[in-house]
């Protein structure tokens, strides 16, 4: 930043320039003139003004960079102070450009912060030069989090108390922006915050599940060390103001990646760790004694060699463990298919032409994943090699050619990894329940795509999670099951290879993109519209809406021509291509290769380029039966593996071991569908692609019932090296809208109120009192502006707009009005309160002092000699509630009348001894004070101290326990 010196300097060189520039002018004038006149002007003349001209557009050129220079100095002193205290972009002081905002933020990340405020919408900046492990975040005694995080969970429960609807937090950003990370943070806020503490059981198997899932989703990329591969819906659920247990809804895993990936990827982070995690004679028992990643097929790749040598692999492979024993998961049953799926890619099937079988590489491979699986080598050899074919109802067996062999144990090998997670998801989601009176939530089933829609309340009811018999006796209508979800989806990619896998995640951030550009600007701009609104902001904002549509449409788009390429035996790639170019041919969004090979889709992040060739074959997800039938019950004595495969298998009951030449899914879709009937069916069979945009279809169902709160997340360095760079940050700057956002929030009037909601929120703003309620309210309504406008006035908000407009039904506030009257109903409140606890503690203390008296002179009554002291033989009373008809000594229940033994002269106000020592008298009830009772002696009633008596006869009844008055 220049010194005051220094600018003191460049503003005298500028008036320099400038009144140099004004001499030059006139000038250049005169000379035009002269030669406009007539043609006697000589060559001088015209050279002397082209080069008048060059002189003063050169100055011109220079006066307006000093001057940038100069307001951008003045604009760096100021922002070093603003930046410290800014924590919303509204109050920005300067121009609202790209270039100040970029300012801001990197101001900002230097200053040590990382999150900041747009209005309502929450924006945070990856300062991770790695990224945090779950366990750490979830369990770490030393956890700290900014305080606008905190706030932010703060308000999403307030919001959920104060209307009663769900609330979701929707994060979206690139990947390796953090989004994972802030999920972690928000769960274990939550959990602090309202149930107070996070050693309960809920968090703890939350915890457990959270450590299970992300070692079995992660993998290493370019751009994240620990990139999630598995799009996660946490549904946090809430009954009374309290936290109850945690559902994960999964969305799209990545199954290719488990056997085919790009050079410099990993795959998922937990076979790395189990290489490196498991003992020895773990080693021998699972048959990898001896393999590293750079000698297993499946997960050599570009920095096999120093994935390996992290040493943090053993730790958390020890984390993963501990997770799979908390929720009572089988270790070995687990371990065992990941040790086999790692075995396979060893296997390889060659062509021999002396013999219709095929020959293998890897035999010692195939014999120890046919022991890991519990099935014999011959039978797994029999269903990896040959294919039933149905001909005329007939059945018949073919030996397949090496490269559908190789296929088929890739397919196995897929199939194993997806429906082994989707087991410890249904696992996670119905543990085993903790021993409290609200453990019998609900049970939750993740693993179907297609739910039925039922009950709106909770997201269970959209995502095909089941209610178990007593669901009734925790939900109720007075007492509704509700939940606070975390979106955490993947964020938008564009590697060098891009197939299916990087569409549907594409779509992902594009359909979280349409949602946010409906709910912030779309709608804004109907309101406005329909209420008769006149604003002076323009809205420019990007409508994906287009792009969203070229990919999901039913009719012509993208996953419609492959699911119609995929279901015919004979679609292609090129195929593939040519339909969706003879079907959108008109769309401006999308390009077709000229080879046919690949096609362009112009996302709201940037034009991405998919490869085509390999995309009609994924999408299909095809497992056939001679792979299933392998698994049988009769077959296989590993009874993990049998369940996993077991929804297929019923079908196989009646036939034993005999393919029928059914074709599977990989991971089946929703278990309501009749299987049988979708597998020869074309028309009805199930795909991918279709499978995938269902659970989104149903992921949105859940999201337009609840309030939304987005969370932009920002990535702040490509490398991890803690370096802000501008360009990276720019470049999500504009694909996450935040210029537009902050516009609309700052010049607009994006909120609005009804006018009787407006009314009973703010009905603290007036200190005169409100009239009675009518049916419009309007008194109520412009006794509250007024004094806001008051209020406004008195502010003296200069830079912050508070406006406000009436609109037919409702009342349009901009950000910064909606912020002062928040600021000043929380102050009246908080007002009210204290008012209200100081008469009320007010009270509690009369009410105690006029005990407390009753009680000293009742104490005075009594002679301090003759009340005995506490000691072995004799105890006093405790206190009697005076409408019960019993007392309790020593746990034992004493009904009225009864008698008792006078211990010690009782003596009365005027010191005469009313009842002395050793009388029998008749006990005949509790007295007004407390510590007395009712006796009768010489036909009077007499309150005397309970401790001057000892009971003489046996109670009538005895209680268990000890009696709390």
């Known amino acids: ?498 197939t299916l896998e990087q569409l549907c995640i594409n779509l992902c951030t594009e359909t979280l993109e349409y949602f946010y550009t409906t709910n912030v600007f779309r709608s804004t701009q109907d309101n406005w519209r329909d209420e008769g609104i006149v604003c002076e902001v323009e809205l420019m904002y990007h409508d994906n809406g287009p792009c969203v549509d070229l990919i999901s449409s039913q009719r012509n788009g993208i996953f419609s021509s492959l699911d119609k390429q995929s279901l015919e035996s004979r679609g292609t790639a090129e195929s593939f291509t040519k339909q969706l170019l003879q079907q959108n041919s008109a769309r401006p969004g999308l390009v077709v290769s000229h080879n046919w090979t690949s096609f362009t889709v112009d996302h709201y992040s940037g034009p991405v380029t998919y490869n085509a060739s390999s995309m009609v074959d994924t999408n299909r997800d095809i497992l056939r039966d001679d792979i299933v039938c392998v698994f049988q019950q009769h077959n296989c004595s590993f009874g993990f593996v049998n369940h996993l495969f077991g929804q297929e298998l019923r079908q196989h009951i009646h036939e034993r071991s005999n393919p029928m030449g059914f074709k599977h899914r990989i991971l089946p879709p929703d278990s309501n569908l009749s299987i049988s009937s979708s597998l020869l069916d074309t028309e009805r069979r199930s795909t991918f692609c279709r499978d995938f945009h269902s659970r989104l279809d149903s992921l949105l169902k859940v999201l337009v019932r609840c309030k939304p709160q987005f969370v932009r997340c920002i990535k702040t360095s490509m490398r991890g090296d803690g370096v802000f760079d501008q360009s990276l940050v720019r470049e999500q700057v504009r694909s996450l809208q935040l210029l537009e956002t902050t516009r609309l929030m700052a010049d607009g009037l994006p909120h609005k109120l009804r006018f009787k909601t407006f009314n009973n929120r703010y009905l603290f703003v007036p200190l005169s009192k409100l009239h009675k309620p009518k049916s419009d309210g309007l008194d109520d309504f412009k006794m509250i502006v007024d004094y806001f406008l008051i209020l406004a006035d008195e502010a003296k908000y200069s830079t912050v707009n508070i406006n406000w407009a009436m609109g037919k039904r409702h009342i349009f506030l901009s950000e910064g009005a909606r912020q002062l009257l928040e600021e000043i109903r929380l102050r009246r409140r908080d007002r009210m309160a204290t008012i209200i606890q100081k008469y009320y503690r007010g009270f509690l203390c009369r009410q105690n002092t006029s005990q407390m008296t009753e009680q000293t002179n009742a104490v005075k009554t009594v002679p301090t000699k003759s009340i005995p002291k506490q000691g072995k033989k004799t105890h006093p009373v405790p206190i009697i509630p005076p409408k019960r008809q019993y007392v309790v000594k020593d746990g034992q229940k004493l009904r009225f009348p009864h008698s008792r033994l006078m211990i010690e002269d009782y003596v009365g106000p005027s010191d005469s001894t009313l009842i002395p020592k050793g009388t029998k008298v008749k006990v005949l009830g509790t007295g007004k004070r407390s510590g007395f009772l009712f006796v009768s002696y010489n036909s009077k009633a007499l309150e005397i101290p309970a401790c001057l008596t000892q009971v003489i006869e046996k109670p009538v009844g005895v209680v268990h326990g000890t009696y709390q008055c």
């Open 1 to 498: 930043v220049p010194t005051d010196d220094a600018l003191k300097e460049l503003s005298r060189i500028n008036s320099i320039l400038s009144d140099l520039y004004n001499r030059i002018t006139p000038l250049t004038q005169k000379i035009t003139e002269s030669i406009n006149k007539g043609p006697s002007a000589s060559q001088a003349v015209i050279q002397l003004q082209n080069h008048l001209m060059c002189v003063s557009s050169e100055l011109m050129s220079l006066r307006g960079l000093l001057a940038n220079s100069i307001a951008h100095a003045n604009a760096s002193n100021k922002s070093n102070i603003e930046i410290e205290h800014l924590n919303d972009l509204i109050n920005l002081q300067s121009l609202l450009t790209e270039a100040n905002i970029i300012d801001a933020l990197e101001g900002l990340y230097k200053s040590g912060r990382t999150s900041l405020w747009v209005g309502p919408i929450y924006v945070t900046l990856n300062h991770l030069s790695q990224p945090a492990i779950s366990a750490d975040v979830l369990c770490s005694p030393n956890f700290s989090c900014g305080d606008d995080l905190r706030l932010l969970v703060q308000k999403l429960f307030y919001e959920y108390i104060e209307s009663n609807t769900s609330q979701v937090v929707i994060l979206n950003g690139v990947s390796g922006s953090g989004k994972t990370n802030l999920a972690y943070n928000i769960l274990r806020i939550l959990y602090d915050r309202i149930n107070g503490c996070v050693n309960n059981e809920f968090y703890k198997l939350m915890t457990a599940g959270i450590v299970i899932l992300e070692m079995l989703t992660s993998c290493r990329t370019p751009a994240n060390s620990k990139s999630s591969r598995l799009g996660m819906f946490y549904e946090v659920q809430v009954h009374l103001n309290q936290l109850l247990t945690t559902k994960f809804h999964p969305y799209y895993l990545d199954q290719s990646r488990v056997t085919h990936r790009v050079w410099d990827e990993g795959n998922y982070n937990i076979f790395y760790q189990m290489l490196a995690g498991l003992s020895y004679d773990e080693r021998l028992r699972l048959h990898l004694s001896g393999y590293q990643p750079q000698t297993i097929q499946y997960l050599n790749y570009k920095y096999a060699e120093s994935s390996n040598s992290n040493e943090h692999l053993p730790e958390e492979f020890s984390q993963w463990r501990m997770a799979l024993a908390n929720l009572g998961i089988p270790f070995d049953d687990v371990t065992r298919v990941l040790a086999a799926i790692m075995l396979l890619g060893n296997i390889e099937f060659i062509e021999n032409s002396e013999n219709p079988d095929l020959d293998v590489r890897g035999h010692d491979e195939l014999k120890a994943v046919a022991a890991l699986l519990g099935v014999s080598g011959v039978s797994l050899y029999r269903g990896l090699t040959t294919r039933t074919v149905v001909v005329r109802g007939n059945c018949s067996k073919t030996m397949c050619s090496a490269a559908t062999a190789n296929h088929s144990r890739d397919t196995l090998a897929k199939a194993l990894y997806a429906r082994t997670l989707i087991s410890l998801i249904k696992k996670i989601n119905n543990p085993k329940r903790p021993s409290t009176p609200n453990n019998s939530s609900r049970a939750s089933d993740s693993s179907e795509s297609v739910p039925p829609i039922a009950q709106p309340q909770t997201a269970e009811n959209f995502l095909n999670i089941g209610l178990p018999k007593d669901h009734n006796a925790v939900t109720n209508k007075e007492h509704p099951l509700g939940f606070i979800g975390i979106v955490d989806l993947f964020g938008s990619e564009d590697t060098d290879c891009n």
